[in-house]
């Protein structure tokens, strides 16, 4: 049987305005996209450590926000770093291939020559990788997925007279994508993502979810650099003409202790090394240190900043210390001796050396890392 069902005007009048209300209270569930989520700032570490102790990372590694977030990065240990993003930049300054982008990319050198006094070329900080983009008194920089912007060198302790250092980046991101950012001293490994999202986008994840990233990460990196250490402590000798030893000591720790170029004990592995009267010590580095005896004060600096006639400022590198200084065959505790730059990639070699045939103990620095506590000795005992 069919059955009709009849309302009354009443019963419908009431429907409509239930409807109506439910509309109205609602449009956005029913008829609209997905709201803009409010926008944040985000915090991310960049290295973690002090002293000899170095970890060059951005802590997490890549961090996910929505469009509209801010990213701050602060520096979160004694070695400097950079927060760079130069995809698609065309630079006119002293550059190099982009180790984590496409082919043809580039991204600036560390450091770069310049004429000194006399015509005679120095080398200084390229000033792309030491200043940041961005004016002191500026609002924060926003970045669209390509251009340069960067943080410039961030440092404890500021490089340039009158001006406080870099301790802080921040950016706002306002174009969904995945973006690649470096550090322009130590490009070649340190590196980190920026996945930005839709700005309704719910799966991001929040500042807790951040740093509970970011502790799992240092915790991996800090158990390798422990294993490194323990590496280093053995005293490692072969056999060398007339009865000697050649002894080896380690600038710093090496990639196959732990095959993690983060990780870097700002050290001399081992630190204190005895050996004996006519023995030879060869030092090795796969970074970039130096070995050097200086028996007369004051000891060169490493970095010195040089205020320009127009005003401006330009960071030397040490000439001093770039340069081997080798005055004899054989170690003479009253003379300056200076290995130079050592690392795989440089001119001068991964490795130096040196013949000891008189007693005492003698102390010795890297001259890139003096102030971080990277000093070393060799005791010589009679044969």
Known sequence: MLRTFAFSSRVLSSIALTLAMFLA??????????????????????????DTVSIDAYLPHTVRVRVGDTVTWTLNGD?????????????????RPDPYAAPGDLMPQPAMNA?????????????????????????????SGSGYASSGRMTK?????????????????????????RCVIHADYMSGLVDVAPASA???????????????????????LGRARAQGTTPRSQPGPNSTSTWFVRAGNGLFQIDD??????????????????????????????????PTPPEPQWLTPEVQPDGSVRVVRSAQLLA??????????????????????????????????????????????RDQGMKGTITVLPR
């Open 25 to 50: 209270a609602s449009p956005a569930a029913v008829w609209a996209r997905p709201a803009a989520q409010s926008t944040r700032e985000l915090q991310v570490l960049v290295g973690v450590g002090q």
């Open 79 to 95: 070695e400097p770093h950079t927060v760079t993003f130069s995809q698609g930049e065309t630079f006119e300054g002293a550059t």
């Open 115 to 143: 004429p000194g006094p006399g015509g005679a070329p120095i080398s200084i900080l390229n000033p792309l990788g030491l200043f940041a983009t961005r004016a002191a008194d500026a609002p924060v920089e926003t970045y």
């Open 157 to 181: 302790e500021s490089l340039i007279p009158g001006s406080p250092p870099y301790r802080t980046y921040s950016l706002t991101f306002d174009t969904p994508g995945l973006y690649e950012y």
């Open 202 to 224: 719910a799966d991001v994840p929040t500042q807790a979810d951040i740093d509970a990233t970011a502790q799992q990460e240092q915790a991996l990196f800090m158990d390798r």
């Open 261 to 294: 170029a983060h990780v870097n004990l700002l050290e001399f592995l081992p630190k204190e090394q005895t050996i004996h009267a006519g023995d030879t010590v060869i030092w090795s580095s796969s970074a970039v240190h130096t070995v050097t005896f200086n």
């Open 324 to 369: 081997p200084a080798n005055p004899s065959g054989i170690f003479d505790p009253t003379r300056f001796f200076n290995s130079g730059v050592i690392n795989p990639a440089g001119p001068l070699g991964a490795t130096w050396s040196l013949t000891f045939d008189k007693s005492g103990t003698f102390g010795y620095y890297c001259g890139v890392h």
